[in-house]
């Protein structure tokens, strides 16, 4: 390809992740601008009028009108993806509107994830599970998940030592941001010298969908991974960055070095040249208070990949147990940024209209 030539729209564009798809697509070497959606509330306004993030908005989108949702204007102006950022609940029905019309979707809603045929993807552990989507009628568009923010990083930071560990089980507890929970999110009084030790389905989903992520995928379906993630989940008065205290009961017992040596060696995109692909997509902190929201949400490098890397630190092996912290951003990794990867890897992988070029 010699320059972007895909349009796009993204749903939900006034609420936060919204925000972020259209800080991501601004931009993007692959992908056209997008149009922006959102409910009859914003429609009219520009996305400046709107913008919530603490950085200022894209100068190229920050005057662009937002538009109300209406799947046959979208296909008659030739949108080929969208990348919805609805609420779960509303989101399933036109999510799947949109791919029998032969549009991609790549979304960050919680509605299909677990569908058989629907790919739940972080393409640096399962990219073969794109394969998922060949199931799909003919003139239908991709539908593809990214997982929940916690569990996102949870996975990225297991994938590499689960292998070395074969764990017997793993217990995560999480400090979630406030920023997890939309906008306007946990009230100011509710969250103030407190600590909320309930997030409505966190741990569940926190459970299902690792299993999924790490379970071999064969013959277009997913064989989910036997081992048990017991989840605690809380909500922290924190903006963004989910910081999660990691126990992993291992059934085998590599040095301290093997282990470090696998997260530092990790990056299975390194030679697809995914704009967004972060490298490396786990960096390990020595320190003994690393990582933290503050300092680490926005790792990753290049520069597109800012905040999708996640970082590891607070590594202690007393086999059986491996114990870590683990932070990602969740708006960006555990949202935005990683239906962007998706959509990149689908079109390096050829099934997105547009294809990758030979060499790629």
């Not at 969908?209 to 989910?224: H, N």
């Not at 999708?308 to 555990?334: E, I, Q, S």
């Given at each position: 390809?010699?320059?972007?030539?895909?349009?796009?729209?993204?749903?939900?564009?006034?609420?936060?992740?919204g925000q972020?798809?259209?800080?991501?697509?601004?931009?993007?070497?692959?992908?056209?601008?997008?149009?922006?959606?959102?409910?009859?509330?914003?429609?009219?306004?520009?996305?400046?009028?709107?913008?919530?993030?603490?950085?200022?908005?894209?100068?190229?989108?920050?005057?662009?009108?937002?538009?109300?949702?209406?799947?046959?204007?979208?296909?008659?102006?030739?949108?080929?993806?969208?990348?919805?950022?609805?609420?779960?609940?509303?989101?399933?029905?036109?999510?799947?509107?949109?791919?029998?019309?032969?549009?991609?979707?790549?979304?960050?809603?919680?509605?299909?994830?677990?569908?058989?045929?629907?790919?739940?993807?972080?393409?640096?552990?399962?990219?073969?599970?794109?394969?998922?989507?060949?199931?799909?009628?003919?003139?239908?568009?991709?539908?593809?998940?990214?997982?929940?923010?916690?569990?996102?990083?949870?996975?990225?930071?297991?994938?590499?030592?689960?292998?070395?560990?074969?764990?017997?089980?793993?217990?995560?507890?999480?400090?979630?941001?406030?920023?997890?929970?939309?906008?306007?999110?946990?009230?100011?009084?509710?969250?103030?010298?407190?600590?909320?030790?309930?997030?409505?389905e966190e741990?569940?989903?926190?459970?299902?969908?690792?299993?999924?992520?790490?379970?071999?995928?064969?013959?277009?379906?997913?064989?989910?991974?036997?081992?048990?993630?017991?989840?605690?989940?809380?909500?922290?008065?924190?903006?963004?960055?989910?910081?999660?205290?990691?126990?992993?009961?291992?059934?085998?017992?590599?040095?301290?070095?093997?282990?470090?040596?696998?997260?530092?060696?990790?990056?299975?995109?390194?030679?697809?040249?995914?704009?967004?692909?972060?490298?490396?997509?786990?960096?390990?902190?020595?320190?003994?208070?690393?990582?933290?929201?503050?300092?680490?949400?926005?790792?990753?490098?290049?520069?597109?990949?800012?905040?999708?890397?996640?970082?590891?630190?607070?590594?202690?092996?007393?086999?059986?147990?491996?114990?870590?912290?683990?932070?990602?951003?969740?708006?960006?990794?555990?949202?935005?940024?990683?239906?962007?990867?998706?959509?990149?890897?689908?079109?390096?992988?050829?099934?997105?209209p547009g294809?990758?070029?030979?060499?790629?």
């Amino acid at each position: 390809m010699t320059g972007p030539e895909i349009r796009t729209a993204v749903l939900g564009a006034s609420g936060y992740i919204g925000q972020h798809f259209a800080r991501e697509l601004a931009d993007h070497p692959e992908f056209l601008p997008p149009r922006l959606i959102a409910s009859g509330r914003s429609e009219g306004k520009r996305l400046g009028d709107v913008w919530q993030l603490s950085e200022p908005p894209p100068s190229s989108l920050e005057t662009t009108r937002i538009e109300s949702l209406s799947v046959a204007r979208l296909v008659r102006a030739g949108v080929q993806v969208v990348f919805s950022a609805l609420p779960s609940g509303f989101a399933g029905p036109v999510e799947r509107e949109f791919t029998i019309r032969g549009v991609s979707v790549f979304t960050n809603a919680a509605d299909h994830r677990l569908d058989a045929d629907v790919p739940l993807l972080i393409p640096e552990v399962n990219a073969d599970h794109l394969a998922l989507a060949e199931r799909r009628r003919p003139g239908h568009g991709l539908l593809v998940a990214n997982p929940n923010c916690s569990t996102t990083g949870l996975v990225l930071s297991m994938a590499p030592i689960v292998g070395l560990l074969r764990p017997r089980a793993v217990h995560v507890a999480t400090y979630q941001a406030l920023s997890g929970a939309g906008v306007p999110g946990v009230p100011s009084l509710a969250i103030a010298d407190n600590v909320v030790p309930f997030i409505a389905e966190e741990e569940e989903k926190i459970s299902r969908e690792s299993a999924r992520l790490l379970g071999i995928q064969k013959g277009g379906r997913v064989s989910p991974s036997p081992i048990p993630i017991l989840a605690h989940c809380a909500r922290v008065g924190t903006r963004d960055g989910h910081l999660e205290a990691v126990t992993v009961e291992a059934t085998r017992g590599p040095s301290q070095g093997a282990l470090e040596a696998a997260w530092r060696g990790f990056d299975p995109l390194q030679r697809d040249r995914l704009p967004t692909a972060p490298h490396p997509p786990v960096q390990l902190r020595p320190e003994v208070d690393r990582p933290q929201p503050v300092r680490d949400r926005w790792a990753g490098a290049p520069i597109r990949a800012r905040g999708m890397a996640a970082v590891v630190g607070r590594v202690r092996w007393d086999p059986p147990f491996l114990r870590f912290f683990v932070l990602t951003h969740n708006a960006v990794r555990g949202g935005a940024g990683g239906s962007v990867l998706n959509a990149e890897l689908a079109l390096a992988r050829r099934a997105l209209p547009g294809g990758a070029s030979a060499d790629r």
